[in-house]
């Protein structure tokens, strides 16, 4: 086995580390814990420190870690057949039997899918697909795409654009033009605090409702959306939102992308978010968990009105010219099947639901009255801390102070991972979904213990 410090000394000079402080990582300065094993809801590092993993890797490992059926799964597909393609009249058992998995849990008007490797590469099909839609529709004008400031969407040129985060445009020149952005239904950061969450809602579709009068409809093709708000500070719509929104897009002939890499599967206790808010999209992307990560999916799946059309359009020009060489690829997509069937036999979304309630009850009895926590909010198994300086005012903390870093790192000395989230002073957890409440209260308590002693 390779010395840790050699490890270390490789891994400074040649790896660039995605969302990372290179200068930081290339100096030294902040070091790398190197993950070697992991089990259930535990991860272990090299030096054998074992960690309650509270962000299930990134909102991905659904069914935890050391899953059996699925690694067997994956090496059984391997040693019979790596790889074929998708293209032009070839598929594989597994991609097959995983897309028809796939269309019998998703909500009932859609109609088919397509596979990627990332959330980010399947929203970019999405987006090519609601182009090519239009086109095939004789509305050439009508290519815009709205999304939401604080939406995450992926780190493409396209996608990174439809993130509503500064940190993924900064330097980047981005957004593109074809990208605008609307309000966050961020209820805690309101304006005006006499708002009630309906009112707030009706709010933010009239903002949205502004906005696309102000750019004219016929230029606007689709609004792109995640039912909970992830990476931008887990932020679960107020009352009333979803609906309020649909009703603008339907009254403009604009369609709705449900971005569901987070949700998709049972992260709300429900198999898709669409399902919990009442959305009927037009597309939803899928990642995560697919294949609660154990290889690299993703999906696209259409409705029956959009796959008409598409269907229409190759009748008319030929072969949909989009394809990626890994689209499908049998062993991933044997990852997924064993992971869908695991996550049934398992009852594992029941099991997202009811922990998912009970971890976001008590961290809330835990911490809602303290005077430097404005807001404990989640579903289903997403969960978020909101610390401030001042309860009252919602006054923000000093960034510079790195108050939720240092936290998050006094939880590790806990035992528990949980994540900073990118903007705002915002702890993030979305546990694997095997979390039982035992586990959950282990996460509170180290939560807790470490609010206190840092703040
Ligand atoms: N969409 C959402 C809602 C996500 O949370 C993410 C990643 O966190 C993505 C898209 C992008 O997925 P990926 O990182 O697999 O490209």
């Given at each position: 086995m390779l010395r840790n410090d050699q490890l270390d000394q490789w891994d400074r000079e040649n790896f660039l580390h995605p969302s990372t402080h290179l200068g930081q990582h290339a100096r030294g300065e902040s070091a790398t814990r190197i993950i070697s094993k992991a089990s259930g809801v535990y991860i272990e590092d090299r030096d054998g420190t074992r960690l309650l993993d509270a962000f299930?890797?990134?909102?991905?490992?659904?069914?935890?870690?050391?899953?059996?059926?699925?690694?067997?799964?994956?090496?059984?597909?391997?040693?019979?057949?790596?790889?074929?393609?998708?293209?032009?009249?070839?598929?594989?058992?597994?991609?097959?039997?995983?897309?028809?998995?796939?269309?019998?849990?998703?909500?009932?008007?859609?109609?088919?899918?397509?596979?990627?490797?990332?959330?980010?590469?399947?929203n970019e099909t999405n987006i090519k697909l609601i182009w090519y839609y239009n086109n095939i529709l004789g509305r050439p004008e009508k290519k815009k795409i709205i999304s939401r400031w604080?939406?995450?969407?992926?780190?493409?040129?396209?996608?990174?654009?439809?993130?509503?985060?500064?940190?993924?445009?900064?330097?980047?020149?981005?957004?593109?033009?074809?990208?605008?952005?609307?309000?966050?239904?961020?209820?805690?950061?309101?304006?005006?605090?006499?708002?009630?969450?309906?009112?707030?809602?009706?709010h933010?579709?009239?903002?949205?409702?502004?906005?696309?009068?102000?750019?004219?409809?016929?230029?606007?093709?689709?609004?792109?959306?995640?039912?909970?708000?992830?990476?931008?500070?887990?932020?679960?719509?107020?009352?009333?939102?979803?609906?309020?929104?649909?009703?603008?897009?339907?009254?403009?002939?604009?369609?709705?992308?449900?971005?569901?890499?987070?949700?998709?599967?049972?992260r709300l206790g429900t198999m898709f978010g669409s399902e919990h808010y009442g959305l009927k999209p037009d597309f939803i992307t899928i990642a995560k968990g697919l294949t609660s990560a154990y290889a690299p999916l993703s999906g696209s799946i259409v409705s029956d009105k959009v796959w008409k059309v598409l269907e229409q359009g190759t009748d008319e020009n030929g072969p949909i010219g989009h394809g990626w060489t890994y689209s499908a690829h049998p062993i991933c997509a044997a990852a997924g099947v064993a992971n869908l069937k695991l996550i049934d036999d398992l009852g594992l979304v029941a099991n997202a639901g009811s922990v998912g309630g009970y971890l976001n009850a008590a961290m809330k009895d835990a911490l809602g009255d303290h005077p430097n926590v404005g807001d404990v909010r989640g579903e289903g198994l997403l969960c978020a801390v909101e610390l401030v300086e001042e309860k009252a005012t919602r006054k923000a903390l000093d960034p510079t102070r790195k108050v939720t870093a240092?936290?998050?790192?006094?939880?590790?000395?806990?035992?528990?991972?949980?994540?900073?989230?990118?903007?705002?002073?915002?702890?993030?957890?979305?546990?694997?979904?095997?979390?039982?409440?035992?586990?959950?209260?282990?996460?509170?308590?180290?939560?807790?213990?470490?609010?206190?002693?840092?703040?």
């Open positions: 299930a890797g990134l909102y991905c490992v659904n069914a935890g870690y050391g899953r059996t059926e699925v690694a067997d799964a994956i090496a059984d597909q391997a040693r019979e057949l790596a790889y074929y393609h998708s293209y032009v009249g070839h598929g594989t058992e597994a991609s097959i039997t995983l897309a028809k998995m796939i269309m019998d849990r998703a909500p009932a008007h859609m109609s088919k899918v397509y596979f990627g490797l990332s959330g980010s590469d399947a604080r939406g995450y969407h992926g780190s493409g040129l396209m996608t990174g654009s439809l993130t509503g985060l500064e940190l993924f445009h900064k330097k980047f020149d981005l957004p593109l033009s074809q990208v605008i952005h609307t309000e966050a239904p961020y209820y805690y950061r309101r304006q005006d605090d006499s708002m009630s969450e309906e009112q707030f809602s009706a933010c579709a009239a903002e949205l409702e502004a906005l696309i009068e102000r750019e004219g409809a016929d230029t606007i093709a689709a609004f792109i959306g995640e039912p909970v708000l992830g990476t931008g500070g887990i932020v679960p719509p107020p009352a009333g939102y979803w609906q309020a929104i649909q009703a603008v897009l339907e009254k403009h002939d604009i369609l709705l992308v449900a971005d569901e890499v987070i949700t998709g599967f049972g240092s936290i998050v790192s006094a939880m590790v000395e806990q035992g528990v991972i949980a994540r900073v989230m990118p903007q705002g002073e915002i702890i993030g957890f979305a546990p694997p979904f095997c979390l039982s409440q035992g586990e959950a209260d282990k996460i509170v308590d180290a939560t807790t213990q470490a609010i206190k002693a840092t703040l």
